[in-house]
């Protein structure tokens, strides 16, 4: 009889550790999510909301947080930044550098550009650029050099409602002065759902940066937890779960010219601090 208890104890404590086994959570080719090289940032980086390079430079990382007219600038790991004012307190939530000139975006689809060269001043005169997109909330903007293209994702847009789509708005940049010849694209929200559930809320994309090496739209959804991968025509490839004991709060996405994934959270984890994340490429990892 003890030998039948002890049997069945042993069983019910291996069932109970299988049941508290942590989950795994997939990562896009050439990366490992349960394992990057975590950045603590400054107390002025704490609502950080947007990360980007300029054509891939891992040494300068530019960012901004989304209650100050500020762009800040710095070398990742380091526990000091560079700042420049461009603008009165507002909701920026992402920014763009391309062809020498900072872009940033405001939630209400405002956008200012400046000279990358101004940086080093103490405050710059940006141009405002209002009444391009239609009314809405927005907080995802990405750039490619080669066409001299922004990229605009609605969070929240009156177009979408009562839709299963995602609209997004291509501008055209020209030494700084911003256009819109009225270019959009779409996300579908139902081919997301097929890959990972929604729960019956609309897609909230905070984020978006384009995978140079693979050509893929990287989309980053903070309110969703996940990360959605498109191809060049905006159709869903893939969509990956996030850990939350990572990605406490996912604002902002940009890559390396080597590869390297960065994903910025906002205050909120265990420490209490904003964090940056490194996810490393490595063209063997599947």
């Not at 997939?26 to 909301?49: C, H, M, R, V, W």
């Amino acid at each position: 009889m003890k030998l039948l208890f002890t049997l069945y104890i042993a069983l019910f404590t291996c069932f109970a550790c299988a049941q508290k086994k942590e989950k795994s959570y997939d990562a896009p080719n050439g990366y490992d999510f349960s394992n990057p090289e975590k950045f603590t940032l400054s107390e002025d980086l704490q609502e950080i909301s947007g990360i980007t390079f300029e054509k891939g430079n891992p040494d300068l990382l530019f960012a901004q947080q989304d209650e100050e007219g500020k762009l800040f600038y710095f070398k990742p790991g380091d526990n000091t930044q560079q700042s420049v004012v461009f603008g009165k307190k507002g909701d920026y939530e992402d920014l763009a550098v391309t062809n020498n000139f900072v872009v940033m975006l405001r939630s209400d689809g405002s956008l200012f550009t400046f000279p990358l060269s101004s940086i080093k001043q103490e405050t710059v005169e940006a141009k405002h650029w209002k009444d391009l997109l239609p009314k809405g909330e927005y907080e995802g903007l990405a750039a490619t050099d080669q066409d001299s293209l922004l990229y605009v994702l609605c969070k929240q847009c009156n177009i979408d409602k009562k839709t299963s789509k995602t609209t997004g708005y291509i501008l055209k940049i020209a030494a700084g002065n911003v256009r819109n010849n009225g270019s959009t694209f779409t996300i579908d929200n139902d081919a997301i759902s097929k890959k990972h559930d929604l729960k019956g809320k609309a897609f909230r994309p905070s984020a978006l940066t384009k995978n140079l090496k693979t050509n893929e739209w990287f989309i980053l959804s903070s309110v969703n937890s996940v990360l959605v991968v498109t191809d060049p025509q905006w159709q869903i490839k893939a969509a990956y779960p996030l850990d939350p004991k990572l990605f406490n709060q996912p604002e902002g996405i940009a890559f390396d010219k080597a590869g390297n994934l960065y994903i910025s959270n906002e205050a909120g984890d265990p420490t209490g601090n904003a964090t940056l994340l490194k996810f490393s490429f490595d063209e063997n990892k599947k």
